[in-house]
């Protein structure tokens, strides 16, 4: 069974950054493809971005892509998302998720892992 707990969020205004980060139990960390996911009040969960094992491959959602970077740091159990240019619409609960599957993130059919969540909010 592994744990994530995600950090980083908080309040930034429009066109501002901020940095997620999500800390992963285990020393097979490194054999999971991560991701992450959010969840605006009233609204589905939806998938932001993920990244396999070693890093080398990524995948992102319309809305975020050219603004989100995920990246992963083996050594720390870590994984990042990295949120530039944000908006209102971007203001969500995030979670980290984990899957032994990067394909899972893809295809749309994740049953991994979840964190507990960290709000993002972004004003006008």
């Known amino acids: 069974q592994v744990q994530l707990v995600e950090s980083g969020g908080g309040l930034v205004q429009a066109g501002g950054s901020l940095r997620l980060s999500c800390a992963a139990s285990?020393?097979?960390?490194?054999?999971?493809?991560m991701g992450w996911f959010r969840q605006a009040p009233g609204k589905e969960r939806e998938f932001v971005a993920a990244?396999?094992?070693?890093?080398?491959?990524?995948y992102y959602a319309d809305s975020v892509k050219g603004r989100f970077t995920i990246s992963r740091d083996n050594a720390k159990n870590t994984v990042y998302l990295q949120m530039n240019t944000l908006t209102p619409e971007d203001t969500a609960v995030y979670y980290c998720?984990?899957?032994?599957?990067?394909?899972?993130?893809?295809?749309?059919?994740?049953?991994?892992?979840w964190g507990q969540g960290t709000q993002v909010t972004v004003s006008s």
């Open positions: 998720a984990a899957d032994r599957s990067f394909r899972a993130y893809l295809s749309g059919t994740f049953e991994g892992y």
């Open positions: 285990g020393r097979t960390f490194s054999s999971y493809a």
């Open positions: 990244i396999s094992w070693s890093g080398a491959s990524t």
